[in-house]
């Protein structure tokens, strides 16, 4: 005897999971740190063509990898971690208009 075959199309999936919000800050860290390699890259770049917008941007890269740090431990600091990308964005930006 054969079993009754089932109704046509994709099997249950079953009850939804729920969401893994543990992985969040997880990331947000990996984003700082990716942040300030894409920093020191760019710096050493610069520095090859005009010296202290390069060190500018090399001395930068560690502030913000420790600004992702401190952003990671204390979700209070939010607002101090907003006003540091914003300067640190429009340091860039005369850096680079500069350069």
């Known amino acids: 005897m054969t ?3 089932g109704p046509p199309g994709p099997p249950d999936p ?8 543990g992985l969040a800050r997880e990331r947000t860290a990996l984003a ?3 942040t ?7 710096g050493g770049v ?3 063509r005009a010296v202290v917008p390069g060190l500018i941007l090399l001395a930068l890269a560690p502030a913000i990898y420790l600004l992702g740090r401190l952003a990671y431990g204390r979700p209070e600091k939010l607002k ?3 006003a540091t ?11 680079s208009f500069t350069a």
């Open 14 to 21: 079953g009850p939804p999971a729920a969401p893994d919000t």
């Open 3 to 5: 079993a009754a075959p």
């Open 32 to 34: 700082w740190t990716r």
């Open 85 to 95: 990308i914003v300067a640190v964005a429009l340091v860039a930006l005369v850096v």
């Open 36 to 42: 300030a390699i894409s920093f020191a890259a760019v």
């Open 80 to 82: 101090v971690v907003t």
């Open 46 to 48: 610069v520095l090859k």
